[in-house]
């Protein structure tokens, strides 16, 4: 059972965290059950093919655009209100998107239904890291995770199940109709966590939103080692996965010529690891440090990685680089929720604004480099893919051991000083 830190009932909470994590799991469908049928709509706005990443390039982009502004807002008008706005203008781009009758629009819209994604990122991960102790936080984190990666996990087989009796257009509609009435429910369950005395006595104070003060604090997270270190690591740590999203229809579909239901069913096991992963963190935050669950993420991260590149390049089989891409996932589902904690309170500003900047750089990455991986030929041959995904998952490694080093040296010169 999770007790919340706010003046709240267990019911209360469990149905905030409840419509909270289908927001986000909204957000996730919203990419993941529309990519296979990407080039069902390519076809009908007459685009080209190379249109297909772009719909998840385009939503990241939007996810990222907005979140310097949204966080920092939120910490001063509070969550709920920001959260609320997010839902409505996610859900109103989302109806708006059956309409079109040209990519670029389309286009468009996805990058406004991303802008969802950012109000998920800044405001509801800060809010739920207020609302709950560390230990539960870092549970529900990786709980929402397994709630969030059904959508890539089932979603391209639900997606291809979905598509094959309803148009996109469709679907669309659905999920627009899914996130108005998880407005609704936000409405009446979200409770505000700034401003409010928790049930130990502290109290999150409302931040000045000032042009100045707002200048000020990202200054001083842009010469935060650790918080633009961790930044940059989530993004390079996730962007292997978020790439294979991007550009295994067109791997899978488009040039292997295997069949929608095919290409669904070979993302389980990648995405399967990855939900393996955050069940095993869930089970061992309240055992050890934060710091040593980020450590023994590496191992798998590495292996699975460097299998997937050697058997694939020795092979040239898809098996070779899903059972890699599988040991990675599970890494990356200790990883992710780890690595996200220790650098959200890696400074002393307010969350939202951490949040913000640690999502406009994460997500940064996901969209520039899955665009510049689709443009540099990653999409062309399973091997080409996995050779453009070695190379962020070796700098996010090496990014992640000098923050341990650093922050062994500095423990080391503490204690020095102590005696």
């Not at 996990?153 to 999920?175: C, D, E, Q």
Request: charge should be neutral; glycine fraction near 8%.
């Amino acid at each position: 059972m999770y007790n919340s830190l706010l003046p709240v009932s267990s019911r209360h909470a469990l149905f905030f965290c409840l419509f909270l994590s289908t927001f986000e799991l909204l957000t996730y469908v919203a990419s993941d059950v529309v990519m296979p049928g990407m080039l069902t709509v390519i076809k009908d706005l007459n685009a080209q093919p190379h249109y297909v990443p772009w719909s998840l390039n385009a939503y990241l982009l939007g996810g990222v655009s907005f979140q310097w502004l949204i966080g920092p807002a939120s910490d001063r008008f509070g969550r709920r209100p920001l959260l609320l706005i997010g839902c409505a203008l996610f859900s109103v781009s989302c109806l708006a998107t059956p309409w079109v009758d040209n990519i670029q629009v389309f286009t468009l819209l996805r990058f406004i239904q991303g802008i969802g994604l950012g109000f998920v990122v800044v405001v509801s991960y800060p809010a739920l890291q207020e609302a709950f102790n560390e230990s539960d936080a870092i549970r529900l984190i990786a709980l929402f995770a397994n709630i969030a990666l059904l959508s890539p996990l089932f979603g391209p087989l639900v997606g291809s199940v979905v598509l094959a009796y309803l148009s996109w257009r469709t679907l669309f509609i659905a999920i627009a109709l899914m996130a108005a009435l998880t407005w609704f429910g936000l409405l009446r369950w979200m409770p505000e966590t700034i401003g409010v005395v928790r049930e130990d006595g502290s109290k999150i104070e409302c931040q000045p939103l000032e042009v100045k003060t707002l200048a000020r604090a990202y200054g001083d997270l842009l010469t935060n080692p650790r918080c633009i270190s961790g930044s940059v690591a989530l993004g390079l740590v996730g962007l292997p996965l978020m790439a294979w999203i991007a550009l295994s229809p067109l791997l899978l579909v488009h040039h292997l010529q295997i069949s929608m239901l095919e290409y669904a069913l070979w993302q389980l096991p990648v995405f399967a690891a990855l939900i393996a992963g955050n069940i095993v963190l869930n089970f061992t935050a309240e055992k050890f440090k934060p710091e040593q669950l980020l450590y023994f993420s590496l191992s798998p991260i590495f292996i699975g990685i460097m299998l997937a590149l050697v058997m694939t390049l020795i092979w040239q089989n898809i098996i070779a680089l899903i059972i890699g891409m599988a040991i990675y996932a599970f890494g990356l589902g200790i990883c992710n929720a780890t690595l996200y904690r220790l650098t959200l309170f890696s400074s002393e500003h307010g969350k939202g604004s951490v949040s913000a900047m640690i999502g406009m750089i994460s997500v940064a990455i996901f969209s520039l480099g899955g665009a510049l991986m689709a443009g540099l030929g990653a999409g062309d041959s399973l091997s080409a893919y996995i050779i453009a995904a070695t190379i962020p998952m070796l700098a996010a490694l090496f990014i992640i051991v000098n923050i341990f080093t650093r922050q062994k040296r500095s423990k080391t010169k503490i204690t020095a000083s102590g005696h």
